[in-house]
């Protein structure tokens, strides 16, 4: 079964700083990698994924994350981080075998201080 | 990506009575799911909504205490039964595939957060 780890619960950048939110993962197969981020009172919005291809894959808002095979980690990562990016970021993974459900990870609270 | 609606966004139930969640999707989708989030918790998949057959749930989830519906390939329910506070937490519905989307990737409705008294 696929299973993911947030290592921190909490991240505190300064707006300006580059920011990275940590993932690790486990499948059997071959991964298919997502980040979602949450806003207070809001559902989950799809901000990325890595299925294939090119290990750096950028997706919204100006977020990227970058699939290390060897580290099973797929790492979130914005060159500078903004206020209004303060919210609560879900890495989640399905097994390419199964393709059924995503399994999420506990989650990371982003502070982004003026 | 897909319009997904949720009703009621929210509700205050008292405990023993149940509360049914439906969940409308703009699209006709493949696969749909119902996830729960405890207070300051991540997402737990209670089942998988099997449109003309009976949902696959999850371990630690029964029919019971969970039905869910799904007549067709757009729209499904779940009924949360003999609510205690415990119940208590955000219930997402999740799609995927999209028609016009990826194979992989599930969007979100944006939550029916329930309070049990």
């Known amino acids: 079964a696929q299973s993911v780890a947030q290592p921190e619960d909490q991240v505190n950048v300064a707006e300006g700083n580059p920011l990275t939110v940590k993932c690790t993962y486990s499948?059997?197969?071959?991964?298919?990698l997502f980040w979602y981020v949450q806003y207070p009172n809001r559902g989950l919005q799809f901000l990325l994924k890595?299925?294939?291809?090119?290990?750096l894959v950028k997706g919204s808002y100006g977020f990227e994350a970058e699939f290390n095979k060897s580290q099973t980690s797929f790492h979130l990562k914005k060159p500078s981080a903004l206020v209004s990016d303060s919210a609560l970021y879900f890495c989640?993974?399905?097994?390419?075998?199964?393709?059924?459900?995503?399994?999420f990870g506990a989650g990371t609270r982003l502070t982004v201080k003026p | 990506s897909a319009v997904i609606s949720q009703k009621p966004s929210r509700d205050i139930c008292q405990r023993g009575t149940s509360l049914t969640i439906q969940c409308q999707v703009d699209?006709?989708?493949?696969?749909m799911f119902w996830y729960r989030q405890q207070p300051g918790q991540s997402l737990t998949l209670i089942a998988t909504?099997?449109?003309?057959?009976?949902?696959?749930?999850e371990s630690g989830f029964v029919i019971d205490k969970f039905p869910i519906s799904r007549p067709n390939l757009t729209f499904s329910t779940l009924t949360v039964s003999n609510m205690s506070p415990e119940d208590s937490s955000i219930y997402l519905c999740?799609?995927?595939?999209?028609?016009?989307?990826?194979?992989?990737?599930?969007?979100f409705g944006p939550g029916t957060r329930l309070l049990v008294l």
């Open positions: 999740s799609v995927g595939p999209l028609p016009s989307g990826s194979a992989e990737t599930q969007y």
């Open positions: 499948v059997s197969g071959n991964p298919y």
């Open positions: 890595y299925i294939t291809g090119d290990n």
């Open positions: 989640a993974v399905r097994d390419s075998i199964s393709n059924n459900d995503m399994r």
């Open positions: 699209s006709q989708v493949t696969m």
């Open positions: 909504a099997n449109q003309g057959s009976e949902a696959t749930y």
